[in-house]
């Protein structure tokens, strides 16, 4: 992955809307939610909810599907692995890591 698009991404992520948008279709999982019960969930309205997702489409941490009237939104969980291993991509200088929960890496 090339650094443009991990930048790209981590900025959408960097605002707190966003970050809560995303993580809410990351729960939601293939299934996906409608930005009317997006805008229920989290309290947002209709418009700001619009903006954010737009944002976050455009740094393709998110995709659209249509269905019938509805837009159904869900999270791109290969953008995302694909940002988690660009910044972990040298961890423990190549040895292999092994991670606990709530730790951190313990080669390093």
Known sequence: M???YVIKALAALAQ???LQIFRSLVVKGSEGLTPALMAEALGMPANTLSFH???LMH???ISQERSGRHLIYR???DRMNAV???LSQNCCQGQVCELIPGDICKSC
Do not use: I, S, T
């Open 53 to 55: 997702l737009k944002e």
């Open 2 to 4: 090339e650094d443009k």
């Open 59 to 61: 740094a393709d941490l």
């Open 16 to 18: 707190p809307n966003r």
């Open 84 to 86: 988690l291993a660009y």
């Open 75 to 77: 999270a791109q969980y």
